[in-house]
Nanobody
Framework: QVQVVESGGGLVQPGGSLRLSCVTS????????MGWYRQAPGKQRELVAA???????NYADSVRGRFTISRDNAKFTANLQMNTLKPEDTAVYYC?????????WGQGTQVTVSS
C-alpha cells in the first residue's frame, strides 16, 4: 500500500521559517519526481517546488530564493525548507510523488503565516 504523509505545518509569523517533511512508503522512491504543491482558499493548487531523482530542482517564481526542496533516497523522504515566510504563503501544502502517469498525493499539511 502506497503512503505519502506530510508533516511540519503550523502557524508562523511573517519572516519566520518552517520545514515540511514528506515520508513515503510502498513505492520505489528513488525513481519518483517529488513535488510540493499548495492550495490557498479559493485558489487552484499550484506547484511550489519539485526535485527529480538526480536532484534537479525547480521552483515557482514566488518562492525561489526562499524555499529549498531536498530529498533523501535512503529515508524515502522529501523536505521543503521554507524561509522568510509571507502571509501569501498561507495554504495547505501537499506532497506529490510522480512517475510518468502514476501520481500519489499526501493528505496535506496546513501552513499559516500570520502575526
Amino acid at each position: 500500500q502506497v503512503q505519502v504523509v506530510e508533516s511540519g505545518g503550523g502557524l508562523v509569523q511573517p519572516g519566520g521559517s518552517l520545514r515540511l517533511s514528506c515520508v513515503t512508503s510502498g513505492i520505489n522512491f528513488s525513481i519518483y519526481v517529488m513535488g510540493w504543491y499548495r492550495q490557498a482558499p479559493g485558489k487552484q493548487r499550484e506547484l511550489v517546488a519539485a526535485i527529480t531523482r538526480d536532484g534537479t530542482t525547480n521552483y515557482a517564481d514566488s518562492v525561489r530564493g526562499r524555499f529549498t526542496i531536498s530529498r533523501d533516497n535512503a529515508k524515502f523522504t522529501a523536505n521543503l525548507q521554507m524561509n522568510t515566510l509571507k502571509p501569501e504563503d498561507t495554504a495547505v501544502y501537499y506532497c506529490n510523488a510522480q512517475r510518468t502517469s502514476v501520481v500519489h498525493w499526501g493528505q496535506g499539511t496546513q501552513v499559516t503565516v500570520s502575526s
